[in-house]
């Protein structure tokens, strides 16, 4: 009897070690399973930083050009503002000339009437006098 209890008890241990070894294998499985993901998962985040420091870049780069255009923009609005202004000076001296030029021509045009005027008084003088000499 004890013999025999003795080989059901090593056959419960064996099937018990049996057991043990199928869930240890399970457990490798599941482990080895567990670190490839781990490996994807690293794998995919260290591929997702990457992309996101080139991103990173890309936009202070983008930005930069933003901020450089901008500055460009404002020294060609100042110098569109300049020659406008330049431009309006130069119109504003145009006219100032003009008027100076009408203003000496009216000047010169009274002064010829005037002249005009005297010698018609004149002529009219000279004809009243001539009839009373008549």
């Given at each position: 009897?004890?013999?025999?209890?003795?080989?059901?008890?090593m056959?419960?241990?064996?099937?018990?070690?049996?057991?043990?070894?199928?869930?240890?294998?399970?457990m490798?499985l599941?482990?080895?399973?567990?670190?490839?993901?781990?490996?994807?998962?690293?794998?995919?985040?260290?591929?997702?930083?990457?992309?996101?420091?080139?991103?990173?870049?890309?936009?202070?780069?983008?930005?930069a050009?933003?901020?450089?255009?901008r500055?460009?923009?404002q020294?060609?609005?100042?110098?569109?503002?300049?020659?406008?202004?330049?431009?309006?000076?130069?119109?504003?001296?145009?006219e100032?000339?003009?008027?100076?030029?009408?203003?000496?021509?009216?000047?010169?045009?009274?002064?010829k009437?005037?002249?005009?005027?005297g010698?018609?008084?004149?002529?009219?003088?000279?004809?009243?006098?001539?009839?009373?000499?008549?």
């Open positions: 009897m004890r013999k025999v209890e003795a080989i059901e008890n056959a419960d241990g064996v099937t018990a070690e049996r057991r043990i070894c199928k869930d240890i294998k399970k490798k599941s482990a080895m399973k567990l670190l490839r993901n781990l490996q994807r998962e690293r794998k995919a985040r260290e591929e997702l930083e990457g992309a996101c420091y080139g991103l990173a870049r890309e936009i202070e780069a983008r930005r050009e933003t901020l450089a255009l500055e460009q923009q020294r060609v609005r100042l110098e569109v503002e300049k020659e406008r202004r330049m431009r309006q000076m130069a119109e504003v001296w145009r100032e000339r003009a008027q100076m030029k009408l203003a000496e021509a009216n000047f010169i045009l009274e002064d009437y005037a002249e005009v005027d010698l018609i008084a004149e002529l009219k003088s000279f004809l009243t006098s001539s009839e009373t000499q008549i």
